[in-house]
T-cell receptor, first 112, second 111 residues
């Protein structure tokens, strides 16, 4: 069955450093991959979408890479700040089916 | 544009009762998806409606149902509540069904 894996353990990063989160998947050939941010008690917030034919995408301090051979996406936050502390979710989708498949999320903690 | 709104925000029900949750999507969005989120299971897809038709359905029992109205507002209903239905229920709207814009959620507690 389709499976997405994100680091279940919290990631602790020093302020100012680059945080890198990983999303691995199996038994799926997504047309696109998305990253969301979720704060406690709130709904996820859309951050970035990258399509299967794109290798990298950037938005301000965020960078996403997508390797369909390795079946992996990396999500980078450069010059991290304590306000970046949240849980980050990845989600996969295919153009023929609008249902997203979600990872369980990785909790990121940026320490001042 | 106003964001996705969900009502009520908090709800306490007794086992065996039924509940109806409401979601108003972003203006112009025709796709509405519903998710259940629990600490142990993460985000679980319930169903998606597009222009009043259910387009996708997750692996939940028939006690979970939904509908979408002509103005794209959506409701989901859970009948015969069980303790395990306690969760955060999230609604997300989308223009084409890809990027999801979530509401604040309804926290349902079943006692």
């Amino acid at each position: 069955s389709q499976k997405i894996e994100q680091n279940s353990e919290a990631l602790n990063i020093q302020e100012g450093k680059t945080a890198t989160l990983t999303c691995n998947y199996t038994n799926y050939s997504p047309a696109y991959l998305q990253w969301y941010r979720q704060d406690p008690g709130r709904g996820p917030v859309f951050l970035l979408l990258i399509r299967e034919n794109e290798k990298e995408k950037r938005k301000e301090r965020l960078k996403v890479t997508f390797d369909t051979t390795l079946k992996q996406s990396l999500f980078h936050i450069t010059a991290s700040q304590p306000a970046d502390s949240a849980t980050y979710l990845c989600a996969l989708g295919g153009d023929s089916n609008y249902q997203l498949i979600w990872g369980a999320g990785t909790k990121l903690i940026i320490k001042p | 544009k106003a964001g996705v709104t969900q009502t009520p925000r908090y709800l306490i029900k007794t086992r065996g009762q039924q509940v109806t949750l409401s979601c108003s999507p972003i203006s112009g969005h025709r796709s509405v998806s519903w998710y259940q989120q629990t600490p142990g299971q993460g985000l679980q897809f319930l169903f998606e409606y597009f222009s009043e038709t259910q387009r996708n359905k997750g692996n939940f029992p028939g006690r979970f149902s939904g509908r979408q109205f002509s103005n794209s507002r959506s409701e989901m209903n859970v009948s015969t509540l069980e303790l395990g239905d306690s969760a955060l229920y999230l609604c997300a709207s989308s223009f084409l069904g890809i990027e999801q814009y979530f509401g604040p959620g309804t926290r349902l507690t079943v006692t």
